[in-house]
T-cell receptor, first 112, second 112 residues
């Protein structure tokens, strides 16, 4: 069966520090991968998606970047965090051609 | 901008009652999906309804879709305390970029 992992679960970082959040998927090949952010009391906003290794599409201009160095690994990064980067970050995968997404447990990021 | 908008924003009912949540969207869609999020956790896919479908059932869940009104409803029958969660609708836009567009969600509280 397929599983999706995210880590860390919680992260407190100072403004201006770098960020690296990792997401890995097991039990499937060549998935579409997604990063979403959920700000407090709000819905999810799509940040990045990837249809293959090294292929990243960005939905909104921002302080963050994403990379997909391996088929089942998706990394969200920042060189310098802003206060506004605080939120709940969710990674999701889907089988290409199938429209249902499966979400990881999320990472709660607090930038102080 | 948010594609889906759920209402009400919050709903509190007694256990055993039915809960109805609504979602409106703006553009043409391939499908609409409903997800549940327990507090501080990842999202769980509940049900997907395609643009050519009008109603779909899954256990105690019933989803309707009216593409002429660009709206959907999620009905949870015979609610249980474990149904307490936030519920989000998400749209897969026709001809749009990959990824789902989520509403802000309805927070449902089931009182025992």
């Amino acid at each position: 069966s397929q599983t999706i992992h995210q880590w860390p679960a919680t992260l407190v970082q100072p403004v201006g520090s770098p960020l690296s959040l990792e997401c890995t998927v097991e039990g499937t090949s060549n998935p579409n991968l997604y990063w979403y952010r959920q700000a407090a009391g709000r819905g999810l906003q799509l940040l990045f998606y990837s249809v293959g290794i090294g292929q990243i599409s960005s939905e909104v201009p921002q302080n963050l970047s994403a990379s997909r160095p391996q088929d089942r690994q998706f990394i969200l990064s920042s060189k310098k965090l802003l206060l506004s980067d605080s939120g709940f970050y969710l990674c999701a995968w889907e089988t290409q051609g199938v429209e249902t997404q499966y979400f990881g447990p999320g990472t709660r990021l607090l930038v102080l | 901008s948010q594609q889906g908008e759920e209402d009400p924003q919050a709903l509190s009912i007694q256990e055993g009652e039915n809960a109805t949540m609504n979602c409106s969207y703006k553009t043409s869609i391939n499908n609409l999906q409903w997800y549940r999020q327990n507090s501080g956790r990842g999202l769980v896919h509940l049900i997907l309804i395609r643009s050519n479908e009008r109603e779909k059932h899954s256990g105690r869940l019933r989803v309707t879709l009216d593409t002429s009104k660009k709206s959907s409803s999620l009905l949870i029958t015979a609610s249980r305390a474990a149904d307490t969660a936030s519920y989000f609708c998400a749209t897969d836009a026709e001809g749009g970029a990959d990824g789902l567009t989520f509403g802000k969600g309805t927070h449902l509280i089931i009182q025992p």
